[in-house]
C-alpha cells in the first residue's frame, strides 16, 4: 500500500479519481445531506473541471525531471513488456471505448433542462428603497429589537407568516409548503443550516422586501416565486416575520461583525 | 365590559364537564398546549375553533375541535376517533389541503396534543373509550374486482356527487356544503394523491366505511346492513377507486418532450390520436405573489402531451374541473366561494335582484413562451413577463376560444390577432381537453421554435364557476418544451471516429515505444 501512495503514477491517479467523486457525488449529493445548499454539477462542467485536474497532475509531475521519470515508468512497462501483454490489450479497447463514450456523451440528442447555475444567496445591495423610502443594508440591525416587547413582536411574525409565508414555506418553515411542488427554484428551507444562521437580518429583510423580482441576474430573478413584499406587507410586519424565523428555528442571526464588511 | 351575571355559573358547569376528559392528565394537557400554542394555533384558533388568523383564506377550513367532528377516523359515523386517528392526521397531514403531516415533533409532543385537543370538547371522556370499526378483510383486486366495484360505484350512487369518470363532477356537486355550510368540493377521485385520508386500497376502505364526518360524505354501513352493497363489494369499490388513476403524485418532469409525428399530426384532441403519446403533469400553485392572491385554487395541474412533424407543433393540454363554466347550476357555488373566502382585496362578483351573479367567468388556460429562444437561462418574468420583457401567449378561454398574446404582466395581455395558432377544447366528465396548433416558424411576431433546443414553457389557469378571474388563478414556474429533432447521422459517427482515432493513436504510441525498447 505504501509503495503506492509514494509512487508519483499512483498519487496522480488517486488525485484523479478522488476529483472526479468529489465533482460527481460529493458536491452534488453529499452536502445536501450534511445541510449545505448544493446542485449536482452538469456533466459537460465535470469533463471541464477533469480536464483541468489532468493537467494540473501532468504539470506537477513533469516539473520535477526525476519525479517525471518515476511518473511515466509504470505507463512505459505498460506499453512495452511482454508480461503486461493482458493489461496492455484490456487498455488499447478501454480508452478508445471511453472516449467513444464521452464523445456520444456530447452529440447524443439531450431532452434535458439546460443547467442554470443559480446563486442561491447573492451578493446584497448597499441600500434598497422600500416604496420610495431609501434604507441603508450595511450595517443595519432589526429595530424590533431594541423596541416595544419581544412577545408581541413574535406573536405578530407568526400571524405575518402563517398567512402569507405557509402556502410555499411550510407550517414547519422547511421549505414544503402545499404550493412548493408547484415551483422551481423550490421555496428556501428555513431549517437548514444553510440559509438563516449565514445571513445577517438585514440581508434577509432585502430578500423579504425585494423578492425574486428584485434578485440580481446570478440569482435567475425570472424564475423565483418569491413576492416582492413591500408590496403587501409594511417594514414593520417583515422584520417582526424575520424575528419570528429566527425564533421558530432556533438559529442565531449572522452579525455584521462575523460578517466583516460585506460578502 | 362586566360579564353578565351568571356567567360564573355557565362557565363553572361546563368546566364540571370537562374535567373527566383530562381527569389524571393536566400535566400532559398543559405540555400539549404549549406544542398547540406553538404550532397549531395560528389556524385552528387560540380556542380551537378553527378560526386562526389565516383559516379565513383556507377551503376547506382548518378543523373545528369544539365540535369534536373529525374527518379521518376508523370509527364509526358519528364517533369520536381514536387516539391513533387523531394521531394518523397529525403525523400524515390531511392531503389536498393546508394540512401537512408533523414529522417535527415526537412521539410524546403528539400524544400531549391529542390530549389537549380532545380537551377543547366536552364529548370526549363521556362514556367508554371509541373503539375502531370492524373493516373485515379484503378479498383481494384484479380485473374482475375492478369491474364488480365500478357496479357498486353505481349503485352506491357515488356519481351523484363524485361524477361518471369519478372527477368530483356530479350532479350535486355544485350544492356540496360542510357542517359550516361552507362549499365543499366531492373529491376528485382520479387524482388520489389528495385524498384527505391516504390514497391506498386500505384507506379508500376506511373513510367508506367510516364517512367523511362534518362533510355530505356518507358510512357505506348502512347499505351494507340493508344488503344494497355486500362487504366484499364495498372492498371491489376500494379496488376500483384505486383504479381511477395513479395513488401519488406524478413526478415532475422539466422538458415537455414534443415527439416526431409518424403518419400525420391529430387533428383534434381526440383519445385515439393522443393514446400513447407521453403524458407530462405539472402541479399548479395558487397565483400568491401579487394582490389581490388566491389561496384556495380550483386546477391544481394539468396534464400536456405535444407531437410535430417538422412544419407544425400540436399540443393537447388536459385539466380537472368539475364545472363547465359559464354554467348557471354552479351559480350558488360561486356566490359561496366568494362569500366564504378571503378574497384578499379582489372584488367579488356582484349578485342581482334575485340573488344571481351578475357576471359568470369562464374557465380559462394560459400556455406562456418567451418571444425570442433566450440566450443562456435568461427569459422574461414567470408571471406573465414585465413591462421591459414581454412574453408570447397562447390563450384560451370557454367563450372566446383559442388566440394569442402578448403579456406584460398579470394584468396585461394585448391580443395578436395575426398569430395563427388555433384549436378547440371540449369539456367532458369533469374535464378539459384543449387542442393547439400552430406553425413551428411564423411570419407574424410569435416564437419560432427550434427543434432540438429547449424552450421556456409555463402555464396558467382559471375555473369561471370557483370566481376565478384577472390574478385569482392557478400559475406554475417555468418549465421547457423540447420539439425532437429528426434523427441525425452525427450521433453514430462522432463517437465511432473518436474511438478509431483513439485506438489509432494509441496503436502508435505503443508501436514505437516498442521500437525504441528494441533499437535502445
Sequence with gaps: MKRYLSHPFWQ???????SYVAFEYVIGYVLPVIGVASAPVPSSVIVEYMLIVLVGVLLYMSADEDRWQRFREPIRATMVQPDRRTVRGILMVAFPVLIGWLAYERVKPSYAAPATLRAVHPAPPNQLTFRGETIELTGLENPLREEGSMEEHLAVGKRIYVRNCVPCHGDLLDGQGHYAPAFNPVPADFTSSGNLPQLTE????????????????????????????ETILEQDEIWAVILYLYDQTGFPPRTWEEEGGHE | ???????????????????????????AAAAGKVVYDRWCAEC?????????????????????????????????????PTDADIRFAIENGLPGTTMPGWPNLTDGEIDDLIVYLKSFSRFFGQGPAPEPLDFGSDPGGGPAAVEAGAAAYLTMLCEECHGLSGRG????????????????????????????????????????LTGLDGTPMPSAIDAMNSGVVSPDEVWQLAHYLASLGPREMPPLRDVIRVGRAEGGLPADGGEEAWAGVEAFYFPLSGQVVQLPRNFAPAVDGLWV?????????????????????????????????????????????ALDSVGAPTSRPPDAVLLQFPFEPPEGTDRPYFLMGDAREPVYLWTWDSETGVGAGRGRGLDSVEPLAEDPVAGEATWEEGRWTLYLRRSIEIESDGLDFAEGTPTPIAFQAWDGSSAEVGKRSSVSTWYYILLEPPASSTVVVTPLLAMLLTGAFGLVLVRRAQDRRRDG
Excluded: C
Excluded at chain 1, 496522480?12 to 478522488?18: E, F, L, R
Design chain 2, 1 to 27: 365590559m362586566r360579564a353578565p351575571r351568571g356567567t360564573g355559573i355557565v362557565l363553572l358547569v361546563l368546566f364540571a364537564g370537562t374535567p373527566s376528559a383530562l381527569a389524571g392528565q393536566e400535566d
Design chain 2, 305 to 349: 402531451q405535444g407531437l410535430h412533424d417538422g412544419n407544425d407543433i400540436a399540443l393537447r393540454v388536459q385539466w380537472n374541473d368539475p364545472s363547465n363554466s359559464p354554467d348557471p347550476n354552479w351559480d350558488e357555488w360561486q356566490n359561496k366561494i366568494t362569500t366564504a373566502l378571503d378574497l384578499d382585496g379582489a372584488e367579488p362578483i
Design chain 2, 44 to 80: 385552528h384558533g387560540e380556542t380551537g375553533q378553527g378560526d386562526g388568523s389565516a383559516a379565513a383564506s383556507m377551503l376547506p377550513r382548518p378543523r373545528d375541535f369544539t365540535q369534536a367532528l373529525y374527518q379521518i377516523r376508523t370509527t364509526g359515523s358519528g364517533q369520536l
Design chain 2, 169 to 208: 363532477d356530479g350532479t350535486s356537486a355544485p350544492t356540496l356544503e360542510d357542517w359550516r355550510g361552507l362549499p365543499i368540493r366531492a373529491a376528485d377521485l382520479t387524482e388520489a394523491w389528495v385524498l384527505n385520508g391516504g390514497s391506498s386500497v386500505e384507506d379508500m376502505h376506511t373513510r367508506m
Design chain 1, 12 to 18: 496522480g491517479a488517486i488525485v484523479v479519481v478522488a
Design chain 1, 202 to 229: 438585514s440581508y434577509v429583510f432585502w430578500r423579504i422586501v425585494k423578492g425574486g423580482p428584485g434578485l440580481p441576474r446570478e440569482g435567475t430573478p425570472w424564475d423565483s416565486a418569491m413576492p416582492a413584499w
